[in-house]
Structures are given as C-alpha cells and as structure tokens.
Nanobody, 128 residues
Framework: QVQLVESGGGSVQAGGSLRLSCEASGRTFRGYAVGWFRQAPGKEREFVSAISWSGDIAYYAGSVKGRFTISRDGDQNTVYLQMSRLKPEDTAVYYC?????????????????????WGQGTQVTVPS
C-alpha cells in the first residue's frame, strides 16, 4: 500500500512558477510509475505528466510540454512537477498517482485507470 501526499500548490500570477511535490509513505515509489493529473471545475480529469518507474522516460500532455518538467528523486520517495510559465488555464486541482504499469507510451501512462494509488490533490490557481 502506498499513501500519496501532494504539496506545493498555491496561487501564482500568470507567467510564474510552482513546484509540486508528491511524497510516498508506507513504501517508496520504487517500481512504480508516477503520474500527475488535474481537474478544473466543471471539467473532467486530464493527464498532465508521468514518469516511468525507472525515471528514464517522461510523458507530457501537449498543453504543458515545454513548460512543465517531471522528475523523481534518487531515494524514490518524492516525485516533483516543476511548472513554469503558468497560464490561467492551468488552474485546477492537481493529483499525483502511482501504479505498476506494464505497457508503455501514450495510451498507457496517460490513462487514469492504469494507476492504483491516488493522492488527495493540491490546488493550483493562476488568476486571469
């Protein structure tokens, strides 16, 4: 069992940056792929980014590619989402998720049902 806790959310002006953290407790992230998803009010949850269990491969939604960077620390306890050049449309609750994913590529890592564990979410607000 993995418990996930997100932190680092807040309100930031358009063009600013935030770094979200997803910390694992109960066990490390070793062997798990980790993804970030977000859900804006009135909208469905959408994929943001994911990183493979080895940390070698990262995936990004087209809307954040080039602005967001996902990484995981060497101790395998924390995964980060560095968000830069934030836009009002990035406003959402951001969730991290972990799972043992055996497929690869888009159409795999970007699918919520592939993940077994979810955090409670952290709010990111970028006022327009």
């Amino acid at each position: 069992q993995v418990q996930l806790v997100e932190s680092g959310g807040g309100s930031v002006q358009a063009g600013g940056s935030l770094r979200l953290s997803c910390e694992a407790s109960g066990r490390t992230f070793r062997g798990y792929a980790v993804g970030w998803f977000r859900q804006a009010p009135g909208k469905e949850r959408e994929f943001v980014s994911a990183i493979s269990w080895s940390g070698d491969i990262a995936y990004y939604a087209g809307s954040v590619k080039g602005r967001f960077t996902i990484s995981r620390d060497g101790d395998q306890n924390t995964v980060y989402l560095q968000m830069s050049r934030l836009k009002p449309e990035d406003t959402a609750v951001y969730y991290c998720a972990a799972g043992t994913i055996y497929c690869s590529g888009y159409g795999c890592y970007d699918l919520g049902p592939k993940y077994d564990y979810w955090g409670q979410g952290t709010q990111v607000t970028v006022p327009s």
